[in-house]
């Protein structure tokens, strides 16, 4: 009877240790949900998204983390828990998207500027024109409004780009003409270009009009219109001999400068192929060079 209550005794004090020892000792559970709720109160860990676990006293950790230093408090919650028989830490660190890696294309060197495009030529007002007309003209024998052809004698260059090349057909227009009477009445003739052709294309253009008169016994005067002083000239001619064939030059302080033949009859004469320079009164815009 002595031996029975002993052994009752005795059991009582073991289910006595057992049940302090697990009070002492939390649940699995318990002690997942109590490091969870530290890790969300924790201003260190707070934005953390991790999830907590625990056996038989084992704490794993999975998720992800901002920082190094979130992750670090969050292994040590985790070791400080009561009951803790080791910690598992298998969270990560977030990468920084402001550390993104540059494209390649953004670090590859900027293509370089687009090439300047070509500027139009642009012959200014002012220049000179010498041409060779293509036909003879004359006060005469030549009509208002009847035009004729010329080929430029010398090229016209701008800023050291050839402009117009020599031997460029240019067109012309007889402004007026008259002949000289026997008794009296003064021979005139007025001669303007009108266009010039350059690379098949045509481009209108405006110069001082040449004006040659003759009163008299072979007086003559010379004037220009719509260009200022000196609007062109009549340099020469390649008439071969006889009269009308030697081609003077006139040169008058603020006129212009035209030159013309006398026949007999003291009629103005311009042969063919005489070289006239002409002023240009209004400037001309021709394509870039490589148009």
Do not use: W
Not at 29 to 43: C, L, S, V, W, Y
Not at 213 to 223: D, M, Q, S, Y
């Amino acid at each position: 009877m002595r031996t029975q209550k002993i052994s009752i005794s005795i059991a009582l004090l073991i289910a006595l240790s057992l049940s302090i020892a697990c009070s002492r000792h939390p649940s699995d559970d318990t002690m997942a949900k109590d490091i969870q709720n530290k890790i969300a109160a924790d201003p260190d860990t707070k934005d953390s998204q991790v999830n907590v676990t625990a056996n038989q006293g084992k704490v794993t950790v999975t998720g992800q983390v901002k920082t190094t230093a979130a992750q670090q408090k969050v292994e040590q919650i985790a070791k400080d828990e009561p009951g803790e028989t080791g910690v598992d830490d298998q969270t990560a660190v977030q990468p920084d998207a402001s550390a993104a890696p540059v494209p390649a294309q953004a670090m590859a060197p900027p293509p370089p500027p687009p090439a300047p495009k070509p500027q139009p030529i642009v012959v200014p007002s002012g220049t000179m024109l010498t041409v060779r007309v293509g036909q003879a003209l004359s006060s005469k024998t030549s009509q208002s409004g009847q035009t004729f052809l010329a080929t430029l004698a010398q090229p016209v260059s701008v800023g050291g780009m050839r402009a117009i090349p020599s031997g460029a057909t240019l067109s012309g227009t007889v402004v007026t003409a008259k002949a000289k009477g026997k008794i009296k009445g003064e021979g005139e003739l007025t001669l303007q270009l009108t266009s010039v052709t350059v690379k098949g294309q045509t481009y209108p253009i405006q110069t001082a009009v040449l004006e040659n008169t003759t009163k008299g016994k072979g007086k003559r005067t010379a004037a220009t219109t719509g260009g200022g002083a000196a609007g062109g000239a009549l340099i020469g001619g390649i008439a071969g001999g006889g009269k009308g064939a030697g081609i003077g030059a006139l040169v008058g302080a603020g006129a212009g400068l035209v030159g013309g033949a006398l026949t007999g009859n003291q009629q103005i004469e311009i042969p063919a192929e005489s070289a006239l320079s002409f002023r240009m009164s209004a400037p001309l815009t021709l394509p870039p060079p490589s148009q």
